[in-house]
């Protein structure tokens, strides 16, 4: 298609007899108008996207009613500090097992080399995995370690009862299960490009020069992953803390995570006057992933500037 | 010796079928749920293969409720897909032909959706909107703004990806030397080249918008999501059906998508349109 719309474009185009502009010049703009381009990008992410996040912050420093500290002070407080540490807790557990199991994964995966479909099959379910979350998810698994699951049925067969062993799909545990079925693919899709980018000569060489294959990893391979494995480690972090959906479902609204928490202050059906509240949880969870994405950032432009 | 090469042939194939019953079970389980009608409890080995049927599925897909809500998220992914492309692909050309110097900026910018995360962004909307615009919030397309934007650091960087394979200034001066209008460029240069990144982030924004729960459940939006949340308690096991066949379907539809991508990734270099230009 692509190259048939550009042959014909020399022989029908009517007003063919443009030599007389230069047509290079006709599209070039004098530099100071460059940006002109970019105005309705940067006006739809400003309206839709910028405005809405820096209001949050206008309205969680106000002044609130009958308190004497700031919502943004009260934010990290009490109870409000516990669930964002419950939730940091949860999304660096979820990240680390993430990074070590989806690598591990990748890692097993590109040794087996047949049958060759096998890859390709397990690259296209890691896509699906990875962006599987929200409600399907926490059906899922529901029906799978709910106390009335699939699973939960078969261990207790087994003689190892999960609720009487505090297990629930909604506490700290669960969630961090329910959590690895999209981190590891996540991770998967990230170390697959990192692994295969190392090459076969550099081991070789290695070997030639007597080093064992611990010494290579350690010394070749695992310095040329770092970049991979911290940048994938952020980003599974930020995948995790910025999670509702999920959670929300598998604990029908009760988990003590932050973005559920700020689901009741949307709401309302909490004492009034505390409306500030949930802007200042908001407004701490973006303080959070600008830190992590920055980072994310940092050590990218380091990957992409040694790849050069 | 031998023990460790066996162990090291042998691990990767163990971790392997462990992760897959780790990705399957879950599904299975909610297959058994939602098409079976058996209550867990006298679940055994005797009736293991009795009473399954996709009642409850058929149940759910003939509620009105359920077609109104699919027509809703069909409605809204459409117009997402049509706003994010009509914004991101001018946007992306004129950063790489007229604006290079930019597309740094551009490019943190498209990152920013993953800053702030759902959840803080609708806070943020109905505490700016609710009070300015009450008539944008209440309409259902109030959600395809942010849709677009939850959507677009992929579409900038399949976009991104798609241009920098091409050599895109000689196809627009090729074309234009040639007596081509800017708009014919356009749409019979660039567009067709970069088929593959617009199918590819048409279809993943399609799949999110499909998906995406935070943003509909807090505007009380009622979306395909939403449905199926409030399902769970009325009729769960049409819920749970309903849930596995979306994800049937997700499957195939990225299936699709990377058939396609393979298909096509010959086609993109500018060397394959010079040799037809030769005669």
Known sequence: ?????????????????????????RFQLPVKFKPIGLIPFFGFVGLFLVWPAFSLFRLAIQPTKNSDISAMREAITGDYLDSFIYTIKLSLLTALLGVLLGS??????????????FRNFMTSFAGVAANLGGIPLAFAFIAALGTQGLITKMIDYFGVNLSDAGFRISNFAGITIVYLYFQIPLMFLIMVPAFNGLRAAWSEAAASLGAAPWQYWRYVGLPLLTPALLGGFLLLFSNAFSAYATAYALSSGGARLVPVQIRFFLQGNTITGKDNLGYALAAWMIIIMLITMTGYLFVRRRAEKWQQ | MAAMKF?????????????????VAPLLSMARFAFQRIPMISLGKDNLFKRWTIDGLLTTLRDPEFSHSLSVSLKVA????????????????????????????????????????????????????????????????????????????????????????????????????????????????????????LINAAFLTFTVVLGEFTIASLLLKRTLPMYMAEAQGSEPQGALGLGLLILVLTTILFTLVSIIRKKDSTSINVKNINVGMVP
């Open chain 1, 1 to 25: 298609m692509a190259l048939a719309g550009i042959s014909s474009l020399g022989q029908s185009d009517p007003k063919g007899g443009s030599h007389t502009r230069t047509p290079l010049q």
């Open chain 1, 104 to 117: 591990l994964l990748a890692a097993s995966v590109l040794r087996i080399e047949r049958p060759k479909w």
């Open chain 2, 7 to 23: 162990i090291g042939k042998i691990w990767p194939r163990l971790y392997i079928a462990i992760a897959i019953v780790f990705f």
């Open chain 2, 78 to 197: 459409f117009f997402t897909v049509l706003v994010l492309l009509f914004l991101m692909v001018p946007t992306t050309l004129w950063v790489h032909l007229s604006a290079p110097r930019w597309r740094g900026v551009v490019e943190t910018v498209t990152i920013l959706p993953y800053v702030v995360p759902p959840i803080a962004l609708v806070v943020g909307v109905s505490g700016t909107y609710r009070s300015i615009a009450p008539w944008f919030l209440a309409s259902n397309y109030s959600l395809v703004p942010f849709y677009a934007i939850l959507a677009m650091p992929f579409t900038f960087r399949s976009l991104d990806v798609g241009i920098k394979a091409l050599d895109l200034r000689t196809l627009v001066d090729a074309a234009k030397s040639l007596g081509a209008s800017s708009s014919r460029v356009m749409w019979n240069v660039l567009l067709p080249n970069l088929r593959t990144s």
